[in-house]
């Protein structure tokens, strides 16, 4: 958020003076507009001059203006909302996962005018319950649950707006409820597709300084919350406002966001349940593949994009416009992530245009195109990749995989992921000579790539299955190929509980053979 004020005192003086001379609307109007101060472009280097301990104290944006609030019970939890103004109905999904509605506050107030503008937070974030449910957290308990709140409201259809994060959210829950979008809104949005997309940009803007001070903030905060036995949440909140205080906002921002802003965001813009929750929306969003969801989809849809949103880079906006063909894209020039704070007057007057101007779809235009989903849907799920992507990393994953895997899927792999999972999967269930020939034409494909990583954890899982084998002789001869490589960049594999440097790892194996470990995760 910006603001032209960033002295606390005189801020706060100011805006007890507006309350009084306009009113509190106006007055929340007036403070924020946004500040054409320093941008990216100014590469402008800020180090401060120590680490904050305590966050400003800022109150909620739900505190200060007028709402309509509720708790809505889902079934086994209940969620926040609240809502402002009249008319067609506007769900807001905010970003993440993670995230909460807070920052939607007091932008999409401008809004009210035309529509009737939902906000909510989603179950294990923000103020909303956090209560995982039988089967933990995942994007289609979270389309049931928005859907919920859409019947709790006695809404028929309304327009369904998603950004980062909750674009995906907002596409996927449309392609469950066609029936219930007058319009799809999609602000900076994940495409939900499982394409090759260039490298984020986040980068681009910041300075060696600036990454060596987060660094150092990281682990000077790390030290004192553990000295001080503070709360994760504490800690967690401390490292976003520090890290921004000294650069992190260029990752995002297109302008630099004021003190206050940044204290906001860092207590109460990013709060959610600690206890695996990003993990669990983040593996079931990862199964999910909406290439081609919207080939037949009537819902007029709109696009908007920062034209420096650095989370992506610039293939990105034209991948997901092509996945929804007769959609509008729009782009904000002087905008990064965050186009609705950043290009304000131009956001709500493309949002209020899309809203008024939105058509009537036919009730047989929608069941075209559910039918159109359902051959769809059959089709994805045919597909090689959706077997390997849709069932984890765990024990029975692997088991379902190694039954449904052809080895005809090989001439098809083009990922590095493709054969590992698909090597692992044969691990798990023993079958050790597939496992074997599976990393044997990982290693061939990661060669022709250059991906001398990657061909090198071909070699160590070839190694492994080796020496499961007996075949010592020939084990040692991959690490040693390994060791040679001098690769000293580390691996994981989290559901083996391996952790180590690739070619010093494959040095100890060739002393000690390998020994089985089992996969501890579960689906």
Avoid at 142 to 149: H, K, N, P
Avoid at 437 to 446: L, P
Avoid at 479 to 504: C, F, R
């Amino acid at each position: 958020m910006r603001r032209h004020l960033t002295l606390w005192a005189v801020a706060l003086a100011s805006v007890s003076v507006l309350f009084l001379s306009c009113g509190k609307e106006e007055a929340i109007q007036q403070e924020l507009e946004p500040a054409r101060g320093e941008s990216i472009f100014d590469r402008v280097v800020n180090i401060e001059p120590g680490i904050y301990t305590e966050i400003p104290e800022v109150p909620r944006w739900c505190d200060r203006l007028e709402l309509k609030k509720h708790r809505i019970n889902v079934g086994d939890c209940e969620l926040y909302v609240d809502e402002e103004g009249k008319g067609m109905p506007l769900v807001l999904i905010n970003g993440g996962p993670g995230g909460t509605h807070h920052y939607f506050h007091p932008w999409f107030s401008r809004a009210k005018k035309y529509a009737r503008v939902i906000y909510y937070d989603q179950r294990g974030c923000g103020l909303s319950d956090y209560n995982p449910g039988e089967n933990g957290y995942s994007v289609e308990q979270a389309v049931e649950d928005l859907d919920s709140i859409r019947k709790a409201l006695n809404i028929d259809k309304w327009i369904v707006l998603g950004y980062s994060y909750g674009g995906f959210l907002a596409q996927y829950y449309t392609v469950h409820y066609p029936e219930r979008v007058a319009g799809l809104v999609l602000m900076g949005a994940s495409t939900g597709m499982w394409v090759e997309m260039e490298r984020s940009r986040q980068q681009e803007f910041l300075s060696d300084e600036e990454r060596n001070r987060m660094g150092e903030i990281r682990q000077e905060l790390r030290k004192i919350s553990k000295d001080k036995e503070w709360p994760y949440e504490k800690y967690l909140a401390l490292i976003v406002y520090n890290n921004h205080l000294n650069g992190d906002w260029k990752r995002q921002n297109y302008y630099r966001p004021s003190r206050e802003s940044l204290a906001r965001m860092a207590l109460y813009e990013w709060v959610h349940d600690q206890n695996n929750y990003r993990g669990m929306i983040s593996s079931s969003q990862n199964k999910v593949n909406l290439t081609g969801a919207f080939e037949n989809c009537p819902i007029p849809t709109l696009i908007t994009e920062g034209r420096w949103d650095l989370t992506w880079n610039t293939d990105k906006p034209e991948i997901l416009h092509k996945n929804h063909p007769g959609s509008e894209l729009v782009f904000f020039e002087q905008a990064g992530h965050g186009i609705y704070e950043e290009e304000p007057d131009k956001f709500f007057k493309v949002l209020k245009g899309f809203i008024k101007k939105l058509p009537e779809v036919s009730s047989s235009s929608i069941s075209a195109y559910k039918d159109y989903l359902v051959e769809w849907d059959r089709k994805r799920k045919e597909d090689f990749e959706y077997k390997i992507r849709s069932v984890g990393w765990g024990r029975t994953g692997s088991e379902k995989l190694a039954g449904d895997y052809s080895r005809e899927w090989l001439a098809q792999f083009t990922k590095s992921g493709h054969f590992l999972r698909s090597g692992f999967a044969h691990y798990d269930v023993k079958d050790y000579e597939e496992a074997l020939f599976i990393f044997e034409k990982m290693r061939v494909s990661m060669k022709e790539k250059a991906e001398k990583e990657y061909e090198a954890l071909s070699l160590i899982w070839q190694g492994h299955v080796l020496d499961l084998l007996g075949k010592r002789k020939e084990a040692i001869a991959r690490y040693k190929q390994v060791a040679e490589m001098n690769i000293d960049e580390s691996w994981q594999h989290s559901q083996y509980g391996l952790t180590y440097k690739v070619s010093p790892y494959a040095r100890e194996r060739m002393k000690t053979p390998f020994k089985r470990v089992e996969n501890k995760d579960k689906d």
